[in-house]
């Protein structure tokens, strides 16, 4: 969970949080007006890949473009879904956001002020980088991996509860726990307490990974494929469990998936926005209605194919909206609109420039593709070869 050593103010919720002693805390923090709670602009993350011995010598190595100018708001008790492949970049942005990943270009900023620089010691002293961690958390993919299998459950919960109130005293800090742990779901406390994580199912450990996020008193949660290694039977109870704790603590949530079923109901029962990312790039952007009945880039489309229960028949065909099915290598991604190797109704403009985020019709999103400008070059440039004419109503009606 990062540094949390900082005290935190926090808001007092029936008894799970009490007030700390820093006024300088996620919650408790000054915060202009109309300033997101999480902002990126124009955020990138590179890696160079691991080369072996001789390689490292007499060539520079390559650079993975794990996230490539990304930009995003996150408002307060906000929901943002991260949906795309694996490999696209979505983890390591989501980690980006929370300050667990430093960016190689861009900014981040929690509450108007840089997490990196609060990191550096040069940032807003009233808003340090320990408060920042504090203020936002994570939930792993395997809750298994997330808690240590050597100490019990109450060990494990009691700790965020030291850094964030050490002035509370052993019984407290039980009856928070015991009032946590009744919110998530797991009754009588005093049952799940003492024991160990291996002698929890999947869902019981991911309801203790996300009480103790909770204990933190948060301001952002990252739910990184948090449901992902829980059976199929409980991810709905599990993801009905956080939409209702987010409403309840006033916690934003940023829920990373690879499956759009899932970012679906998230995000149409949390009221919240899906942002899909492909090659390191967020390419469209709106609420979940939209990007299911009106997708306006492609790549949400194949998604949208891809996505056993939704409704084929409704898509007008049993092919993948796809030219090709192999993702170009992230180390040399294609020129020009990267998904214009796979695209369907890929054009000749695709391959020279890169489509910005434009607004859709009627505002309700944004959308990376050439399409969304009537005016554009891409409507008298040549269609790529194998790609079509006949998807022309892909966008609008």
């Known amino acids: 969970f990062g540094e949390t050593g900082a005290d935190v103010e926090t808001v007092d919720r029936d008894g799970l949080a009490g007030s700390g002693a820093s006024a300088g805390s996620g919650r408790g923090a000054a915060t202009k007006s109309g300033t997101p709670l999480l902002s990126l602009d124009d955020v990138e993350v590179h890696f160079e890949e691991q080369q072996g011995l001789f390689d490292r010598f007499g060539s520079d190595p390559d650079v993975v473009r794990a996230v490539d100018g990304v930009s995003l708001d996150i408002e307060e008790q906000d929901l943002v879904c991260l949906l795309g492949e694996s490999g696209c970049g979505k983890t390591t942005l989501g980690k980006t956001m929370i300050g667990l990943q430093r960016p190689t270009g861009g900014s981040i900023e929690f509450r108007g002020q840089d997490v990196w620089a609060a990191k550096d010691g040069d940032g807003d002293p009233s808003i340090s980088y320990g408060d920042i961690r504090s203020a936002l958390q994570i939930i792993h993919q395997d809750p298994g991996s ?14 965020p509860l030291r850094h964030t109130h050490p002035n509370i005293g052993a019984n407290e800090r039980r009856e928070r726990m015991h009032s946590l742990l009744e919110r998530v779901g797991m009754t009588p406390p005093g049952d799940f307490l003492d024991r160990y994580p291996h002698q ?17 008193d948060p301001d952002a949660i990252l739910a990184d494929e948090a449901i992902s290694a829980v059976d199929v039977s409980l991810r709905i109870g599990i993801m009905d469990l956080m939409l209702e704790l987010q409403e309840e603590f006033d ?3 940023l829920f990373i998936s690879h499956d759009l079923s899932n970012a679906r109901y998230f995000a149409e029962h949390g009221d919240g926005r899906i942002a899909v990312m492909y090659l390191g790039e967020i390419v469209e952007i709106g609420t979940a209605e939209r990007l299911i009945h009106d997708p306006r880039h492609p790549y949400t489309e194949v998604l949208r194919w891809a996505t056993p229960s939704l409704d084929l028949d409704a898509m007008g065909t049993e092919d993948p909206p796809i030219r090709e099915i192999d993702v170009p290598d992230p180390v040399d991604p294609p020129s020009g609109c990267r998904f214009h190797t796979r695209c369907p109704v890929a054009r000749e403009a695709c391959t020279r420039e890169q489509p910005e985020l434009l607004d859709v019709d009627g505002g309700d999103g944004k959308a990376a593709c050439f399409r969304e400008d009537p005016n554009h070059e891409y409507w008298e440039s040549e269609p790529l070869e194998g790609a079509g004419e006949e998807r022309e109503e892909f966008v609008g009606d």
Do not use: W, Y
């Not at 997330?146 to 700790?159: D, S, T």
């Not at 019981?204 to 996300?210: H, M, S, T």
């Open 251 to 253: 916690t934003s949530f």
């Open 200 to 216: 929890l199912s999947g869902g019981e450990k991911q309801r203790i990974v996300l009480a103790r996020a909770l204990l933190m």
């Open 146 to 159: 997330a808690l240590n299998p050597n100490r019990r459950i109450v060990n494990i919960l009691a700790e």
